[in-house]
């Protein structure tokens, strides 16, 4: 009997629904693990091969702790909010739940058919409000909360209020905006609408004047992923930057504990460094320099303030509040006409131009608080306005962004560093001379840095401070489709619903898009206001709000009490296994950890951080194929005859190509300009191109597993993905290769079964050489498997069956296909069942391999002279250096090659080599 692979897929994944064989609940009897996938986007266009790669792999590891004895969550949901779904509603009018819908359909579909052991009872979707229903608490909960730094957490904002009403802001030492200081009789002498106005500079959530990336032509805030180029992604309209009230999450409050909290955890290195370098943790000082004709001071950070003598020119954001103020009449259009071209550019873009130099002086002088120079005020679009003070002073001669600007702009540079010890000399304006600067005299540069720290607070022109480059995070889009904001307003103060009318439900709207006048798509609802006649917010929460905390959510996804309960979370306490890609490292990450901590600190969960070991799997790049068109003509030429005609290179999709072979029929079918195409052939086939591209679309080389499913069976494709290469690199999708994984299944499952169908397994036991087979396969796999080396394992599978040849034995085989298990499942349930067993192999135990058969009996020593390797000796395991020498030498072999020579030396390397010297 042939293996019939869809026979046997169709079978078991219509039986573990119907069992719920997957279904997970609290076991305290037993150990708990929690693996946890990224949750996907639901686009349209469904999964290509890449998809699956990690959830492959998390799915071989869930599997493989259940054998191990595990109670492993392993749940599956969707990211199901997004512009994509908005834009879609827009172009077409149908409502993005509609599409969602459809979409997530198509998700499920194709992974049932891979044969995931999903928990489905526990799905969540980001779209449906008992789930959002959670992040509109967590927003209420923020909202209502301040940070103490003292402490280290967060705390009710009616204590901070207290506070104010007792002292106001004296020996307060808490997280906000600006610092503030006024006196408790000061607090309470303000209206309700001016103390709003202050708490939303301590809130954790709250809405301030921020610089956004807008764009008209989608009536939205984007993100900078959602900009490149000056243009939106999607659709490719103008972005510019322009100054927004947006609701944002106080994420800097927790910079020091997210920096700590990565020591703890089980992440590569690699990753923790993208995290350190977003946090971007600097000890420096914060300087106030005087502004010439202006009552008003420049606030600056520095971490060399050593080099203050060195300063030259100032340069702000063009964004910084004081551009207008210090800008004078004669450079004020100039300033105007920076200002517009700098709008045209997201952060991201600005940040990484490190090259480009531009600038434009704004007629103002800022004054060296140390020795009265006066100082020229720049503005640069290298300078942002989010990170520090969005200001710099600027050091031209040890800083190389600011020597280009000063070579540029014709700017002084003076250096006050000469090889590595500290000139303690400055410029003075006055005399054009250098100066003697006596309080820094004899001293390095580490000692100067702390005398200036100390100068600076002695004098009082700033302080010490520790700075991060985190910045909070805008909270607010103005979409449709995205979760409500619980906040409405009554004479435009922001209020909290209260908890009990949540959810929120999204309102239907007949528009998709933005106004007339620009506002919120929101705007366009009928009775979008609470009962007493209060509008809602406008906007809408951004996609990463309900990816923040969704695996909190799958730990009890039918409470409709809590987020989780105490139960729940006490028993999973915090994923075990994280598996997703690089490139949420400082997004879906940072926000997560940063959601996590705030309800720790709350009560609501036991665990300060979410993940405790995470894995990013690399990316599975396409194989694309091409033909080659005659100019001109309708003709294609294969590709060992393409040098000799004038030939253009055109993508063909890979789905019509076999082995780099094209289906001359299907491509003919493919695109209606084709349909009369000719073909000049070699040995009457017509072989394409290759090339190993990002797998697109646009590329036509995305491989649809449904087909590879279809053509060669799920298990084929689950151990195929984790054959191509280590989990964590990038790697080329080839199906040329997929026939040998194939053939191994084919191979496997004859050794149960005869042409006939008839089960051939036996009772005869085991030769000494099939156990030590199988128990250094055992050794193997599971050792791969803990190490996320999935393709080494499926190469030991292939080995194994390579040493056993055609072995039949059920003391051999019955573990094989419990070690099989994890990595292709369907036929594993099948063969555990044709061996008698009742209940499915995920309940089976991990097999333990014993030493005993992995003992060499014998060595088989490469015997070289002169380095020259000659023949091998086979001699007894556990002889010493000194033995297996005397063996050597003794050997009859060894004769011809000693040359009746007396050896020079005997180099013996036990179990490996020996080599004669003569």
Same mark, same amino acid.
């Given at each position: ?23 997970? =609940? ?215 930057? @322009? ?99 700098? @709008?045209?550019?997201?952060?991201? =873009? ?47 001669? !040890? ?63 700033? @302080? ?40 929120? =439900? ?17 705007? !366009? ?116 005859? @393409? ?63 449904? !087909? ?128 008698? !067993? ?81």
């Amino acid at each position: 009997m042939e293996y019939d692979f869809r026979a046997i897929e169709q079978k078991w994944q219509r039986r573990w629904a119907e069992q719920k064989t997957y279904r997970v =609940e609290v076991d305290k009897s037993r150990p708990k693990y929690y693996v946890l996938d990224m949750f996907p986007y639901p686009s349209g266009a469904g999964l290509h091969v890449g998809h699956p790669l990690g959830y492959i792999a998390s799915d071989i590891y869930s599997r493989y702790k259940r054998l191990r004895g595990f109670n492993v969550l392993h749940p599956m949901g969707y990211d199901a909010f997004g512009l994509p779904a908005e834009q879609y509603a827009i172009q077409t009018g149908q409502h993005p739940a509609v599409t969602t819908e459809k979409n997530i359909n198509r998700y499920r579909e194709q992974l049932d058919k891979i044969g995931f052991s999903f928990d489905w009872d526990r799905e969540v979707r980001t779209c449906d409000p008992e789930y959002y229903k959670w992040t509109q608490w967590a927003f209420l909960k923020m909202f209502d909360s301040y940070y103490c730094n003292d402490e280290q957490q967060a705390r009710p904002i009616a204590e901070l209020v207290a506070a104010f009403e007792q002292g106001g802001t004296d020996g307060l030492n808490v997280a906000c905006t600006k610092e503030l200081a006024f006196t408790a009789a000061e607090w309470n002498a303000m209206g309700e609408a001016e103390k709003e106005n202050v708490l939303q500079n301590y809130r954790l959530a709250f809405r301030a004047d921020t610089l956004v990336n807008w764009c008209p032509g989608l009536g939205t805030v984007l993100a900078n992923d959602e900009v490149k180029d000056g243009l939106s992604v999607r659709g490719g309209f103008p972005v510019e930057q @322009k100054l927004m009230k947006q609701w944002l999450l106080r994420v800097t409050a927790y910079a020091q504990r997210m920096l700590d909290g990565l020591d703890s955890l089980e992440w590569s290195e690699s990753l923790k460094e993208i995290q350190r370098n977003w946090i971007g943790r600097s000890e420096g000082a914060q300087v106030f320099f005087g502004l010439k004709g202006l009552d008003a001071q420049l606030e600056v950070f520095t971490t060399r303030p050593d080099t203050i003598f060195g300063v030259t020119f100032m340069v702000l954001a063009p964004e910084h509040e004081l551009v207008q103020k210090l800008t004078t009449p004669e450079y004020k259009t100039a300033v105007e006409e920076y200002l517009a071209e700098t @709008k045209k550019r997201s952060e991201r =873009e600005r940040m990484a131009d490190t090259k480009r130099v531009s600038g434009q002086f704004t007629g103002g002088y800022a004054v060296n608080p140390f020795n009265g120079k006066e100082i020229p005020i720049y503005i640069s679009d290298y300078v942002l306005a989010g990170y520090g003070t969005g200001a710099i002073m600027a050091v031209p001669a !040890h800083d190389s962004r600011d020597y280009a600007f000063a070579r540029h702009f014709g700017l002084p540079v003076i250096p006050v560093v000469e090889g590595g010890d500290l000139e303690t000399e400055s410029y003075d304006a006055k005399e054009g001379k250098l100066i003697n600067s006596e309080f820094l005299d004899g001293l390095d540069v580490k000692e100067a840095i702390g005398a200036m720290f100390a100068e600076i607070e002695k004098r009082g022109f700033g @302080k010490k401070r520790i700075n991060y480059r985190l910045r909070d995070a805008i909270f607010s889009r103005q979409r449709y489709w995205g979760e409500p904001f619980p906040i409405y307003y009554k004479d435009n103060i922001a209020y909290p619903l209260s908890e009990e009318c949540l959810p929120l =439900e999204l309102p239907p709207v007949e528009n998709f898009g933005p106004t007339a006048d620009g506002e919120p798509p929101l705007a !366009h609802a009928a009775n979008w206001q609470t009962p007493e006649g209060y509008p809602y917010e406008l906007s809408t929460m951004p996609g990463f709000a309900g990816s923040s905390a969704y695996y909190l959510r799958y730990m009890d996804p039918h409470n409709g009490d809590a987020l989780v309960s105490r139960e729940a979370d006490e028993y999973w306490r915090s994923v075990d296994l994280y598996v997703g890609g690089i490139e949420h490292a400082t997004g879906h990450l940072m926000y997560s950890r940063f959601w996590n901590m705030f309800l720790y600190d709350l009560g609501y969960v036991c665990e300060s951080e979410p993940f405790r070991k995470l894995v990013n799997q690399g990316m599975i790049q396409g194989r694309s194929n091409f033909v080659y068109r005659v100019v001109g003509t309708n003709k294609f030429v294969s590709l060992g005859l @393409k040098d000799q005609y004038d030939t253009q290179e055109i993508h063909v999709d890979v789905n019509i190509v076999r082995n780099d072979l094209l289906d001359l029929e299907a491509f003919r079918a493919w695109r209606p300009e084709f349909a009369d195409a000719e073909f000049i052939l070699e040995d009457g086939k017509y072989l394409c191109g290759w090339a190993v591209e990002k797998m697109s679309k646009s590329m036509f080389n995305v491989v649809n597993p449904d !087909h590879i499913v279809e053509d060669y069976g799920a298990d084929t494709l689950r151990m195929y993905e984790m054959f191509l290469g280590p989990l964590e690199q990038s790697k080329p999708w080839d199906t040329n290769g997929i026939d040998g994984v194939h053939k191994f299944l084919r191979r496997f499952w004859r050794l149960f079964f005869d042409r006939d169908g008839k089960l051939i397994v036996s009772d005869e036991v085991p030769t000494p050489a099939e156990l030590k087979t199988l128990h250094k396969t055992i050794k193997k796999v599971g050792e791969d498997i803990e190490n996320f080396s999935f393709n080494t394992s499926v190469s030991a599978f292939m080995i194994c069956l390579n040493e056993l040849g055609p072995c039949n034995k059920r003391a051999i085989l019955e573990p094989l296909v419990v070690l099989l298990a994890p990595f292709a499942p369907h036929i594993a349930e099948e063969l555990w069942e044709s061996l008698g !067993h009742t209940t499915s192999v995920c309940d089976a135990a991990f097999p333990a391999y014993e030493e005993q058969y992995l003992v060499e009996e014998s060595i088989e020593y490469p015997v070289s002279f002169n380095g020259k390797m000659r023949y091998k000796k086979a001699l007894p395991a556990g002889l010493s250096p000194k033995e297996v020498e005397a063996a050597v030498l003794a050997d009859p072999a060894a004769e011809k090659y000693l040359d009746g020579k007396t050896p020079k030396k005997v180099i013996v390397v036990p179990g490996k080599i020996v080599n004669v010297v003569i």
